[in-house]
């Protein structure tokens, strides 16, 4: 059974850091894996999805990579901000339509 | 863009009401997922359906059911709510053809009284 971890579970960084947050997971036998952003009381927002076959996605100051040999995937922030302040989890997919989710990184970014 | 409406931000609901939490996804969608997250458990899948009129439960099925009639539609049933079923309830949609992403709605937030 497919286990996706998230550490840490809590980060509090100043602005303008670049900072990375990571996702590992226990079965290499994936399909894809999306990066989500969660504000508090509201839905996930979806970041990027890497599939299996690539090794990284962009989209503007956020950077995922994908390394399924060894179990992981990183978000990468760069230049963070106050608004950058949430939940991010990652959701890996394997052979079924029920993706795992890991239980988040929450993300405080003070001015 | 893919969009994912659950028909209520929040909503309070007493004890033994019977409870309808709807889902309406706008691009064609084969699968709907209906999911609850609390404090310390994360997200937790309750029901799924891979498309119109089937379902499968996911790992808390207890004490809800649903419905999918038509494909854009679907519907989460607390059959007589209880206090335990106070959460945030999330709905997801994914193409099935081809391995995209999941789309989530806004949210949910059900209070029993």
């Known amino acids: 059974k497919q286990e996706v971890t998230q550490i840490p579970a809590a980060l509090s960084v100043p602005e303008g850091e670049n900072l990375v947050l990571n996702c590992s997971f226990t079965d290499s036998a994936i399909y894809n894996l999306q990066w989500f952003r969660q504000d508090p009381g509201k839905g996930l927002t979806s970041l990027l999805l890497i599939q299996s076959s690539q090794r990284e996605q962009t989209s503007g100051r956020l950077n995922a990579s994908l390394d399924k040999s060894s179990g992981r995937s990183t978000l990468y922030i760069a230049a963070s901000q106050p608004g950058d302040s949430a939940t991010y989890l990652c959701a890996v997919r394997g052979g079924s339509y029920i993706p795992t989710f890991g239980r988040g990184t929450s993300l405080i970014v003070h001015p | 863009d893919v969009k994912v409406t659950q028909s209520s931000r929040y909503l309070v609901k007493r004890t033994g009401e019977k409870v309808f939490l709807e889902c309406v996804q706008d691009m064609d969608h084969e699968n709907m997922f209906w999911y609850r997250q609390d404090p310390g458990l994360g997200l937790r899948l309750i029901y799924f359906?891979?498309?119109?009129?089937?379902?499968e439960k996911g790992d808390i099925p207890e004490g809800y059911s649903v419905s999918r009639e038509k494909k854009e539609r679907f519907s989460l049933i607390l059959e007589s709510a209880s206090t335990n079923q106070t959460s945030m309830y999330l709905c997801?949609?994914?193409?099935?053809?081809?391995?995209?992403?999941?789309?989530f709605g806004s949210g949910t937030r059900l209070t029993v009284v």
């Open positions: 997801a949609s994914r193409s099935a053809g081809g391995n995209y992403g999941y789309t």
């Open positions: 359906s891979y498309d119109v009129k089937m379902k």
